[in-house]
């Protein structure tokens, strides 16, 4: 598996919106949406290499498709 870095959850949202994903819903997680799959980021920052590529896993895409969006 490629290698990915800890992550600012705001790049991720960001990134995942140009995926596709809405938000839904904020708080201490922010919940997004596709129509199909739904994926819970964590607030911190940076997020934890082993949980951002689950959560990339999680939403269907490839840990490069997900570097490119970044």
């Given at each position: 598996?490629?290698?990915?870095p800890?992550?600012?959850?705001?790049?991720?949202?960001r990134?995942?919106?140009?995926?596709?994903?809405?938000?839904?819903?904020?708080?201490?997680?922010?919940?997004?949406?596709?129509?199909?799959?739904?994926?819970?980021?964590?607030?911190?920052?940076?997020?934890?290499?082993?949980?951002?590529?689950?959560?990339?896993?999680?939403?269907?895409m490839?840990?490069?498709?997900f570097?490119?969006?970044?």
């Open positions: 598996m490629p290698r990915l800890g992550v600012n959850h705001q790049q991720a949202v990134a995942f919106e140009r995926a596709g994903f809405r938000v839904i819903r904020q708080g201490k997680h922010i919940i997004m949406f596709d129509g199909r799959r739904r994926i819970v980021i964590p607030r911190g920052n940076p997020v934890n290499a082993f949980t951002m590529a689950g959560i990339v896993l999680d939403a269907g490839t840990i490069e498709e570097k490119r969006l970044l």
